[in-house]
């Protein structure tokens, strides 16, 4: 993975992507005593950053790659972002989803033109599904961080903030398999090599934390967490060791701490953020990144909440 | 009221406002048939557009006049428009409020340092109130709408937009009081004297249609609306003649077409808009704006919503 892959999957995925703006706020920055830039990649294509990476890898494959289609595995932000890139090139995506994802989801990734897989969590395994679906059609699988394309395409992400911001002193981004943060790492040390990034994770998904401390990549039971975008239990198999050299820090935090900068962003910044999309804020606000910086840099990774949530307060505090 | 003045308001007004950004979106356009712009005044200082009008007429007072303090009466985010600007200039404000005024509101023009004057609506009279504190104090009265200065400011809002997106088709904007909408009106005739500009009011506040119905300002009852920001029960003595002139037509929305819009402008744009400064979205959503238009400008008003009312599901559909 290098800086000269994430310029140009910069360059690739422009078609597809939006440039998300970046906002500030006198509010934000009085809270946490520094000058914050949150980039908004809730108001990206899909409702989050993960377009940047499955647009990058399928605007990569050629045309018989791309007559025998793409298979990804989710019930979240990667299926739409995958249904979404592969109806812009014309390729048929399969999305493997387990029969309990939400409904609006599943409705979202069907209109994107995808063929919807669903299979029992309990007593089937998805990538078994996944790799009978890929040995019958020989299709290309789209994973959801662990390729060198998906890495580099997230780090578009972080490229588009510091060309927009300038120098920071801190960067802060969100940990789940760790795509986001590993390409946001590598652009971001190309451009300024001592800048510290913060890894930020639910204390109930604290496998990144275990991973760092122990020195490899560590498992832990399905995490229990409100920010479904951040449960995958272990660390990347290529983003970990990233990570592990350029990562100034894993922080933690609680529920009520990503309540609260839901919240925030909500009620101050009139912003919708998704859970996983606002624990990067949530360390912030809640004073748990150093507050010795300046100009400190935040992915809102995405916005995708279902309103009926919202509606019942569960996600408000 | 001249375009003039538009232009001098936005160059006065740059140290307290932001220039609020221009968001589009896929489902927007698919919805409405046709290139929408919309201009966030939601992520606006005060979370509204009032800061514009407000900020240009306390701008524009001497020294003489800014010791004797200012006096607005609101409930709601004029009031907050008021006393950001008062701080900023070192003025005293005060804030004539009713008492059953929402506590966070008050609480909100209270941190901006302003002395908060409550009265009770049902048996005192705010205008009398008022009077006795400017004839105590020779403070200024900053109006809400009815204003020269205050209509001038209100009217960058427009001026950024049309800056931003070039020529537009048709422009959408809410009709309260009217500051917003001639304000906008005069700057986007000087620049594109053939535009068509409608204005927009909740069916349950219709001042302005009848009004216009009738060749004069027509006073209703006090109207029941979820835009609370738009009870002003008849047009003001200013803004009436501007748009008598300049509107191409008033357009009414249901309190059903409001949520629906809010419900849209969150879930699927992501960005929390008030209910007053849902209603220009409203009209186009649900396809009460001609269908002839290739680009569009709609103006979201303000964000300022009790997330408590959001979490009651109050606000959504």
Redesign the interface.
């Known amino acids: 993975m290098t800086p000269a892959m994430v310029r140009e999957a910069a360059h690739r995925i422009k078609p597809l992507t939006k440039r998300t703006?970046v906002?500030t706020s006198?509010g934000a920055d009085s809270l946490a005593g520094a000058s914050v830039f949150f980039k908004c990649e809730?108001?990206q294509?899909g409702?989050s950053f993960k377009i940047r990476g499955a647009s990058n890898l399928i605007l990569s494959l050629d045309r018989s790659q791309l007559e025998r289609g793409v298979v990804a595995f989710s019930s979240g932000n990667h299926a739409q972002a995958t249904a979404i890139a592969a109806r812009h090139v014309g390729t048929q995506a399969t999305i493997v989803m387990p029969l309990d994802a939400p409904r609006s989801k599943v409705a979202a990734t069907r209109d994107f033109g995808a063929t919807i897989v669903t299979y029992d969590r309990l007593r089937e395994d998805r990538e078994q599904i996944a790799a009978g679906i890929l040995a019958a059609t020989g299709a290309t699988l789209v994973p959801p961080y662990d390729h060198e394309l998906i890495i580099a395409g997230q780090g578009t992400c972080a490229l588009e903030l510091l060309e927009e911001t300038g120098p920071l002193d801190a960067l802060v981004v969100c940990l789940g398999g760790g795509g986001l943060c590993s390409g946001s790492a590598v652009i971001a040390h190309d451009l300024y090599p001592s800048l510290p990034i913060f890894g930020v994770e639910p204390e109930r998904a604290n496998d990144w934390h275990l991973s760092m401390q122990a020195g490899h990549r560590a498992e832990i039971g399905p995490p229990d967490t409100i920010a479904d975008g951040l449960r995958s239990p272990i660390p990347g198999r290529l983003t970990f060791p990233i990570l592990q050299h350029q990562l100034e820090k894993v922080v933690l935090v609680t529920e009520e701490e990503i309540r609260r900068a839901m919240?925030f962003l909500?009620?101050r910044?009139?912003?919708?953020?998704e859970p996983s999309g606002a624990v990067a804020a949530a360390a912030l606000l809640s004073g748990k990144i150093p507050r010795t910086f300046a100009r400190i840099g935040v992915i809102l990774s995405g916005?995708n909440?279902d309103?009926k949530l919202?509606?019942?307060?569960m996600l408000?505090s």
Chains 1, 2 share one sequence.
């Open positions: 703006p906002l006198r809730n108001f294509r409702g919240s909500l009620g910044m009139k912003i919708l953020v916005g909440v309103l919202l509606a019942d307060g408000i």
